[in-house]
């Protein structure tokens, strides 16, 4: 464990702008430094970072944080090794506290190691005797050889304590070699969770064996074993394949992903290096946005099977979520990428890799597909599926061609599909929702955002006065800016960095990195008049209608929605008749 004093003092001595210089090439604007952010594409500058305050934010991907930040989500280093890695750079040297009486690091390194060890045994078990049959499983499909090298493909063998005997011959920790999902442990007995499986290791970008996955060779149930989350496996934050991958993602410009195993060493084994996989879950915003570290944009390859369609379809929401451009492609009815490269070869794929379509054009030719165009009710409900997606796309060009197919299929002008986007943007929010809007004068969102920046700026002025304004705040966002940063100030957190680095909310986060990135030239002559201000409009205006407010909230809890509407509708925006 690293001590927390070390920890500090490696935040204070790197110099933020010198790591990220490494990286991205800055050019000095105003006080702060700017360039093309490394975790997203874009052609105009919206990486910022700040010697002053010692952080880095994007405000394209909402990316920010501290140099430690910057060389977990760029090196994919845990945060312990972004640390050690600052201090050696600093020079600061670090005396870790274990506490693991056993010697030999933490927990993590540990489990490392026990990986390690498991990965040494099952591949060393394929090249002998015991693996005969799994070597011949492997020629026959063709997965044999240099690539079965590559991805250290491996064998657990049918006998109940093989791994369990390996490990423990050489010293290491059974009761961890339980928790990492490596053996199981019944009457204190011992005993391989893998048995009779083609073992897949699977890599993290450093390289390391985080965890395995294991698929029987004869029809045991069931076909595919995974280890369990671990401390140093999630399985919503790696993709099998990716460091194999990552240079030739890099290179391409673009990265395919596929589900399974041998689909993925498949491609590879065609040439087609640029390709990951998932491990039988579906893809997560955490995969993501590993992905957008290497890649432009992603060509999903999926069965032609109603679930490679769904998961096709569940990327859809993701792709416009991370605004990560995202093509489709199906294969034929009855090929997975395995069967296709067999059978048409690796020319005919990469067509189908160059032709394959927008994830949002596949997704309106699916609704199309199950839903009636032709009647009433089949238009409202391919509408009702359409519409939530079409708001949420933030390229007014790509808006526009969308919109341009949805009212080509329903025979509607466009007008009248933006009406609805329209409709739903502004009737979307549920009642409780609208109600912590509610009561708001004019000018309460310029207080309360004021009270924020000011206290962001200046948290030697946070006081209980503040703390009561907070709680009366009524903008949406503004509440939950404020919520967060009074709990940080509450734990003793003050520092910009720390605040900065300890918000994880993508909108507070956009907030936070506003405040504290803009030119503060002519913002605020006396902070302390400012927030005295602020505080009073705000208390003073949020008092006499406490009780309102908590009128209708009773009503919305005991079901009266309608009601609560209809009063809203008669105070108008002001909250008064």
């Not at 933490?106 to 078990?125: H, K, M, P, S």
């Not at 049918?158 to 050489?170: A, C, H, I, K, T």
């Not at 966002?477 to 734990?491: C, N």
Request: charged share 30%.
């Amino acid at each position: 464990m690293i001590p927390r004093e070390k920890i500090e003092e490696v935040r204070e001595r790197a110099d933020i702008v010198e790591v990220v210089s490494e990286y991205v090439p800055l050019k000095r604007r105003g006080r702060n430094h700017v360039g093309l952010c490394p975790f997203h594409s874009e052609k105009t500058p919206s990486f910022t970072v700040s010697e002053e305050k010692n952080i880095f934010y994007c405000f394209g991907c909402h990316t920010g944080g501290s140099a430690i930040t910057f060389l977990m989500k760029h090196e994919g280093m845990s945060f312990p090794e972004a640390v050690r890695s600052l201090a050696r750079r600093y020079g600061i040297h670090i005396q870790e506290e274990w506490a693991d009486r056993r010697g030999g690091g933490g927990e993590r390194e540990r489990i490392y190691r026990l990986n390690q060890a498991a990965c040494d045994f099952f591949v060393e078990t394929l090249g002998s005797t015991p693996g005969a049959r799994a070597r011949h499983y492997l020629k026959k499909r063709g997965y044999d050889g240099e690539i079965a090298s590559r991805f250290k493909l491996g064998y657990a063998p049918m006998r109940s304590d093989g791994l369990v005997v390996y490990l423990r011959d050489r010293g290491l920790d059974l009761d961890l070699a339980v928790k990492a999902g490596l053996v199981g442990k019944a009457d204190n007995r011992y005993y391989d969770r893998f048995r009779e499986r083609i073992i897949f290791p699977i890599i993290d970008i450093r390289g390391r064996v985080v965890g395995f996955g294991g698929r029987s060779i004869d029809a045991a149930e069931p076909k595919y074993l995974n280890s369990p989350e671990t401390a140093v496996f999630r399985k919503s934050e790696v993709l099998y394949g990716l460091y194999q991958a990552k240079g030739a993602i890099s290179k391409a410009g673009y990265v395919i992903l596929v589900e399974g195993y041998f689909d993925l060493i498949a491609l590879h084994r065609s040439g087609l290096t640029n390709s990951v996989a998932t491990m039988g879950t579906a893809l997560t915003p955490g995969h993501v946005r590993i992905l957008k570290r290497y890649a432009g944009s992603v060509c999903m390859l999926f069965d032609a099977d109603e679930a490679g369609r769904k998961a096709a379809l569940r990327g859809l929401d993701l792709a416009l979520s991370e605004e990560m451009p995202t093509r489709v492609v199906v294969l034929p009815d009855g090929c997975d990428p395995d069967d296709f490269l067999k059978r048409e070869g690796r020319e005919r794929l990469e067509e189908e890799i160059r032709g394959a379509e927008p994830i949002m054009e596949f997704f309106l030719k699916e609704l199309k597909r199950v839903h009636d165009t032709g009647s009433a009710d089949g238009k409202a409900a391919y509408l009702d599926e359409a519409v939530p997606r079409l708001v949420r796309i933030r390229n007014a060009a790509s808006r526009e061609h969308y919109v341009a197919m949805v009212a080509s299929v329903l025979g509607v002008d466009a007008r009248a599909v933006y009406e609805a986007m329209n409709l739903a943007s502004s009737q979307g929010s549920t009642p409780s929702r609208i109600l912590k809007g509610v009561l708001r004068p004019d000018g309460s969102r310029l207080a309360e955002s004021m009270v924020l920046k000011v206290i962001l700026r200046h948290p030697e002025l946070y006081s209980e006065r503040v703390k009561e304004a907070f709680a009366l705040f009524r903008t949406p966002l503004l509440k939950e800016v404020a919520r967060v940063v009074a709990s940080l100030y509450e734990d003793g957190v003050t520092e910009p960095e720390k605040v900065f680095d300890r918000v994880y909310d993508e909108d507070v986060r956009g907030f936070v990195a506003e405040t504290i990135f803009s030119d503060e030239k002519g913002f605020m002559e006396s902070p302390e008049r400012m927030l005295d201000d602020c505080t009073r409009k705000i208390l003073e205006a949020g008092r006499p209608r406490r009780a309102t407010v908590e009128m209708l909230r009773r009503l919305e809890e005991s079901g009266h929605e309608d009601l609560v509407r209809k009063i809203l509708g008669k105070m108008g925006p002001e909250g008064e008749r």
